[in-house]
């Protein structure tokens, strides 16, 4: 079976690839990528939505949301924080978390407009 996704013919702009390589090299790909695959567990995607809901929320409140142990909700709220996606503060015997500023929740909520967008297709 002939896959129709591919080029049939090798063609390269190499001005284009060379202006585009340049500006790569620029960015953290890394750090960027680290930020998706912190948000490609299903848990913690539906923490930081919760985040978005609520300006912050203790451990015990986001272990009851996704349906986990308070032990389980800490270790992904502490990677959650850890890539800089969530920050936290400690009030007595309670620990409150948010997510670190407004360009996180753009990114959960961009990302969920788009996941409406394409299933309404």
């Known amino acids: 079976m002939k896959q129709n996704d591919i ?4 063609c ?7 202006r585009i390589k340049k500006s790569i090299e620029k ?3 890394q750090a960027v990528a680290q930020i998706f695959k912190a948000l490609s ?3 913690r995607v539906k923490i930081a939505l ?10 015990c409140d986001v272990a009851n949301i ?3 142990t308070t032990a389980t909700a800490s270790h992904h709220l502490r990677l959650l924080r850890n890539l800089g996606l969530a920050k936290y503060r400690k009030e007595g015997k309670l620990v409150y978390y948010s997510l670190d500023d407004e ?4 990114l959960i909520r961009i990302a969920f407009e788009h996941q ?3 299933a309404g297709q």
């Open 7 to 10: 080029c049939e013919v090798k």
């Open 12 to 18: 390269v702009d190499e001005v284009k690839v060379k």
């Open 27 to 29: 960015e953290n790909t």
């Open 41 to 43: 567990d299903d848990t």
């Open 50 to 59: 919760s985040l978005c809901h609520e300006q912050e929320l203790c451990v």
């Open 66 to 68: 996704v349906g986990s």
């Open 103 to 106: 360009h996180v929740k753009q």
């Open 116 to 118: 409406k967008e394409v």
